[in-house]
């Protein structure tokens, strides 16, 4: 059976490319709806290491994942 298809209900990130004059190309990059987590299969969770996280240490991760956040070589945070 195929995967189901992907959304912006179950995806990680969301990217839309908008294309402006000049051969110009906008990249909008919106974080998911779901944490990575509820994202993954509990083979992959078990793979990843993911699934012995704390609910602390899953909300940290989707935290530092935001797409809105600056994360740049010696940049800490």
């Known amino acids: 059976m195929p995967p189901p298809p992907i959304s ?3 995806a990680l990130f969301v990217v839309k490319l908008a294309f402006g004059d ?3 190309i906008k990249v909008h990059v919106k974080k998911g709806k779901k ?3 509820a994202l993954m299969s509990d ?6 290491g993911i699934g012995s996280l704390s609910e602390q240490q899953l909300t940290d991760l989707d935290t530092w994942l935001d797409p809105d956040k600056v994360v740049a070589p010696g940049h800490t945070d």
């Open 8 to 10: 912006e209900d179950n």
């Open 22 to 24: 000049q051969r110009a």
């Open 35 to 37: 944490r990575i987590d």
């Open 43 to 48: 083979e992959a969770k078990q793979k990843t």
